[in-house]
């Protein structure tokens, strides 16, 4: 195979300093003059890199960071436990309404029916009161009057449909910034 | 028993020679928890090769040590931000160097030449340029720099752009793998390469005058 005529790269260096360099590599060093003052050069500079002296800071330079270094968070043990005990009772505490639900269900039950029969009797009571208040004001009669038609009924539900679609449309539009610049607008 | 091992339930923290035992990571979680005597274990590892990186980088010991002091102090204070599945010397020196690089920046010490400015050209303007050493008002410690970074070689890697010398000196320097380096850097492999290899082609050029010293030795 005939050596084509090209000098060592930067690659060639890397695998000279690795001795790894191709076998063809080899056969050029050995015949070019130039490539082998630079391999020899390249070889005795990185040999003076390699030597090149470690240099250490003044004594106590160790004492001196730790003197600046803000002790890393250590999450207080104490507010460890407090979390930890409080996790502890909301799961205990649940596991023992649940055992206890289970093991007294009738008293449960019990409890459940009355409290229903009280709240329902409140809130049906309250819903009575207030109907009866609303049938004795002076407007009631006039009110039923209006609402005993049906076409009447129909015409003011139509006109509050449309009177909500309009509101909406009119809130949306507010809410969209203009396409144009609007004079006197800052 | 290391550092980090689980004894009836609880992290053990060690005696210091056991911390020297145990890997950065072993020690990286009991510095995690506060243990200090981790922590300074941390700092004593990498104090050497983070402030020669910073030095070489900076040419000013009290500067150096200062920013050697930032980068561990913002490395111990996040830890909690540290991912284990990277190397912690990466990471240490990932610091490091952007520590140096933005005081680079901010100091506009770029490349110093203490035989004139790089682009002077002609003898005047190489004086004008040129920084003055051994004058009476310079420091003990200026004394001690000039003395150990005063070398040809030394003066050579100072000429370099800061990302070369970075490249180099963690390569060459500090021994760090092309892959390693690319990591600390945040820079793609390829531009790692390219970096090292103009910086030795720069250092060749530099060091030309000792060829013929080099080429005999070899």
Redo the contacts between chains.
């Keep these: 195979m005939t050596w084509p005529i090209r000098h060592l790269t930067?690659e060639d260096?890397?695998a000279f300093h690795s001795a790894s360099l191709s076998p063809d590599a080899n056969q050029h060093v050995h015949e070019c003059d130039e490539c082998r003052?630079l391999l020899?050069?390249?070889?005795?500079?990185?040999q003076?890199?390699?030597a090149?002296?470690?240099?250490?800071?003044?004594e106590g330079?160790?004492d001196?960071?730790?003197v600046?270094?803000?002790?890393?968070?250590?999450v207080s043990v104490r507010w460890r436990r407090r979390r930890l005990a409080l996790a502890a009772s909301v799961v205990i505490g649940l596991g023992a309404s649940i055992v206890w639900s289970i093991l007294n269900r009738p008293l449960l039950i019990s409890w459940i029916d009355g409290a229903a029969q009280e709240l329902g009797g409140a809130a049906w009571l309250s819903l009575a009161t207030l109907a009866q208040n609303l049938s004795e004001q002076p407007w009631a009669s006039e009110l039923s009057r209006f609402g005993s038609s049906t076409g009447r009924l129909v015409l003011v539900g139509v006109v509050l449909i449309l009177g909500y679609a309009a509101a909406m449309i009119s809130l949306r539009r507010l809410m969209v910034q203009p396409g144009q610049p609007v004079l006197h607008a800052d | 028993m290391y550092p980090g091992e689980k004894a009836g339930g609880k992290l053990v923290a060690e005696s210091p020679a056991g911390l020297r035992r145990a890997t950065d990571q072993e020690v990286v979680i009991l510095a995690r928890k506060g243990e200090e005597a981790a922590c300074r274990e941390l700092v004593e590892r990498y104090q050497r090769p983070v402030f020669s990186l910073i030095y070489r980088m900076v040419r000013d010991r009290e500067l150096a040590e200062d920013l050697s002091q930032e980068t561990f102090v913002k490395v111990l204070n996040a830890l909690s931000t540290y991912r284990p599945e990277f190397k912690f010397s990466s990471w240490v020196f990932k610091i490091a160097n952007n520590v140096a690089i933005d005081q680079l920046r901010r100091r506009e010490l770029d490349t110093l030449s203490l035989e004139g400015s790089p682009h002077a050209t002609t003898p005047d303007m190489i004086e004008a340029t040129a920084l003055e050493l051994g004058e009476a008002a310079e420091s003990a410690l200026d004394e001690v720099a000039n003395r150990e970074l005063g070398s040809e070689i030394e003066r050579a890697i100072a000429r370099l752009r800061p990302e070369y010398r970075s490249c180099i000196l963690l390569r060459h320097v500090e021994g760090r793998p092309y892959e390693e380096i690319a990591e600390i850097l945040d820079l793609p492999l390829g531009t790692v390469k390219t970096y090292i290899h103009r910086a030795r082609h720069e250092l060749r050029n530099a060091l030309g005058h000792l060829r013929s010293e080099w080429t005999e030795s070899s």
């Design positions: 930067a260096l890397d003052a020899q050069q390249d070889l005795a500079l990185v003076s890199l390699e090149l002296p470690v240099f250490s800071p003044r330079f160790a001196r960071v730790m600046r270094v803000t002790a890393p968070a250590v």
